[in-house]
Antibody, heavy 119, light 108 residues
Framework: EVQLVESGGGLVQPGGSLRLSCAASGFIFSGFSMNWVRQAPGKGLEWVSYISGGSGVTYYADSVKGRFAISRDNAKKSLFLQMNSLRAEDTAVYYC????????????WGQGTLVTVSS | SYVLAQPPSVSVAPGQTARITCGGNNIETKSVHWYQQKPGQAPVLVVYDDSDRPSGIPERFSGSNSGNTATLTISRVEAGDEADYYCQVWDSSSDHVVFGGGTKLTVL
């Protein structure tokens, strides 16, 4: 059974940093691209970042480019999101999601971790 | 950047057919994916690559994509289908994943 479990969320002051983790199990982690998707309170889904299975390709939403960094450790079956220079508008539930083999859609999602940016 | 437009809400009576649209410029050239999200839960993929269903998704869920509009069709709607639905594509011109704004399906 595929499982994705996010951790690392919490309350952080504007300008601060946070590192999110996503522990994966139940599938060959290195064989699949992964995404981070966020959802602000009461709002819709917003894609944040993508990483290919081998880490060679990464993409970022314009709203986080230059501030966030996605990475993965295939040996530890873990996905990460380093978030720097956090702003109030980054407040959201952050989901990690596994892409399907044919790409660009996500067939498994974690339950999310809440990041709150506030003073 | 590429924009996907969804109606904010759709209402349908139980047993009827719900159609949720997703508009985008020449969207038929892209693969469209659909997610269902119930309150307090993570999204669930219900249709991918325009019209394919993941295992475990009922046949009542189907998708189509033509011209500038993709459509998620839910036949024989049940109370349990009440949720927010999002369309999504990959925009190769910007290397961005794009989500529609979401549609709240209300079962009357």
């Amino acid at each position: 059974e595929v499982q994705l479990v996010e951790s690392g969320g919490g309350l952080v002051q504007p300008g601060g940093s946070l590192r999110l983790s996503c522990a994966a199990s139940g599938f060959i982690f290195s064989g699949f691209s992964m995404n981070w998707v966020r959802q602000a309170p009461g709002k819709g889904l917003e894609w944040v970042s993508y990483i290919s299975g081998g880490s060679g390709v990464t993409y970022y939403a314009d709203s986080v480019k230059g501030r966030f960094a996605i990475s993965r450790d295939n040996a530890k079956k873990s996905l990460f999101l380093q978030m720097n220079s956090l702003r109030a508008e980054d407040t959201a539930v952050y989901y990690c999601a596994k892409e399907i083999a044919s790409g660009w859609s996500n067939d498994h999602w974690g339950q999310g971790t809440l990041v709150t940016v506030s003073s | 950047s590429y924009v996907l437009a969804q109606p904010p809400s759709v209402s349908v009576a139980p047993g009827q057919t719900a159609r949720i649209t997703c508009g985008g410029n020449n969207i038929e050239t892209k693969s469209v994916h659909w997610y269902q999200q119930k309150p307090g839960q993570a999204p669930v993929l219900v249709v991918y690559d325009d019209s394919d269903r993941p295992s475990g998704i009922p046949e009542r869920f189907s998708g189509s994509n033509s011209g500038n509009t993709a459509t998620l069709t839910i036949s024989r709607v049940e109370a349990g289908d009440e949720a927010d639905y999002y369309c999504q594509v990959w925009d190769s011109s910007s290397d961005h994943v794009v989500f529609g704004g979401g549609t709240k399906l209300t079962v009357l």
